[in-house]
């Protein structure tokens, strides 16, 4: 619906006395999000109308929240097919990858373009997955930080996702945001360790794994000064970024199997 820039100015619009508004339409389009629990109810307010953002208009989203469109109209309007006259429960038809993206030479697999393309298809569509299985740990009285940050991180980088899938089809060329693209040089050197020397790729992908908890355990350390935790937190922060590099990597080179 919007551009990521856009969305980040909008939902400072977000009210906390709407929450539960926003919850409500994120429910009916099952997005997981629509369990959240934070302790900022303002921080809460904003990142649920950024999601909201994917799905309809600010224009329509603050007319439901003052009660100008009923709840039972908005859904209803919001799932309605094109053409559907009936006014009986809409189903939800699946589109491909070739419909939404019409431009996009799907079958021309020879493309490192197209392939790179089929990738990011992929990434999205396992972000979705991921968010799903998130949903059941979202519905608790109160979420585990570690949750909420990894469905805020997966929201993001879905609508990376789409951003560049859009701008491939729209303009004939990636936005280079998504990290497949963002890190190509590295992620090329990593898929070519996978694919020439297995046995190497999984030990530098065990060390990358062994530094992220040697300095987790600095974080955690009770005895560790503040400088030691900060430090530590900047080289977690790059091991982590890393090692999903190197889990993305082993993911495409399966899928191609």
Not at 116 to 134: G, K
Not at 199 to 227: L, M, T
């Given at each position: 619906?919007?551009?990521?820039s856009t969305k980040k100015?909008?939902?400072?619009r977000?009210q906390?006395?709407?929450i539960q508004t926003y919850r409500?339409?994120?429910?009916?389009?099952q997005v997981?999000a629509s369990g959240?629990?934070?302790?900022?109810?303002?921080?809460?307010?904003?990142?649920?109308?950024?999601i909201l953002?994917?799905?309809y208009?600010i224009?329509e989203?603050e007319a439901?929240a003052?009660?100008?469109?009923p709840a039972?109209?908005h859904?209803?309007?919001?799932?309605k097919k094109?053409?559907?006259?009936t006014?009986?429960?809409p189903v939800?038809?699946?589109?491909s990858?070739?419909q939404?993206?019409?431009?996009?030479?799907?079958?021309?697999?020879?493309?490192?373009?197209v392939?790179l393309?089929d990738?990011?298809?992929?990434?999205r569509?396992?972000?979705?997955?991921?968010l799903?299985?998130?949903?059941?740990?979202t519905q608790?009285?109160?979420?585990?930080?570690a949750?909420?940050?990894e469905i805020?991180?997966?929201?993001?980088?879905?609508?990376?996702?789409?951003?560049e899938?859009?701008?491939?089809?729209d303009?004939g060329s990636?936005l280079?945001k998504?990290?497949?693209?963002?890190q190509?040089?590295?992620?090329e050197?990593v898929?070519q360790?996978?694919?020439?020397?297995?046995e190497k790729?999984?030990?530098e992908r065990k060390?990358?794994?062994?530094?992220?908890?040697r300095?987790?355990?600095?974080?955690?350390g009770k005895?560790?000064s503040?400088a030691?935790?900060?430090?530590?937190?900047?080289?977690?922060?790059k091991?982590?970024?890393?090692?999903q590099l190197y889990?993305?990597?082993?993911?495409?080179y399966?899928?191609?199997?």
């Amino acid at each position: 619906m919007y551009d990521f820039s856009t969305k980040k100015k909008l939902k400072k619009r977000a009210q906390v006395g709407h929450i539960q508004t926003y919850r409500s339409m994120l429910s009916e389009r099952q997005v997981p999000a629509s369990g959240w629990v934070a302790i900022n109810p303002q921080e809460l307010a904003e990142d649920l109308l950024y999601i909201l953002l994917d799905y309809y208009s600010i224009e329509e989203i603050e007319a439901r929240a003052s009660g100008a469109i009923p709840a039972a109209d908005h859904f209803r309007d919001a799932t309605k097919k094109v053409g559907d006259t009936t006014g009986s429960e809409p189903v939800k038809k699946k589109v491909s990858k070739q419909q939404e993206y019409p431009n996009i030479r799907w079958k021309d697999m020879d493309d490192p373009v197209v392939r790179l393309a089929d990738s990011i298809f992929s990434d999205r569509i396992s972000c979705w997955q991921r968010l799903q299985e998130l949903e059941k740990l979202t519905q608790e009285e109160s979420a585990p930080v570690a949750v909420l940050q990894e469905i805020v991180q997966l929201e993001i980088r879905r609508e990376l996702c789409f951003q560049e899938l859009r701008h491939l089809n729209d303009k004939g060329s990636f936005l280079g945001k998504h990290p497949f693209i963002s890190q190509k040089s590295e992620r090329e050197q990593v898929f070519q360790m996978l694919k020439d020397d297995p046995e190497k790729y999984f030990d530098e992908r065990k060390k990358i794994e062994d530094n992220i908890s040697r300095y987790s355990s600095q974080i955690n350390g009770k005895k560790s000064s503040e400088a030691v935790r900060e430090r530590a937190k900047a080289s977690l922060e790059k091991y982590q970024v890393k090692l999903q590099l190197y889990k993305d990597v082993f993911r495409e080179y399966m899928g191609r199997q």
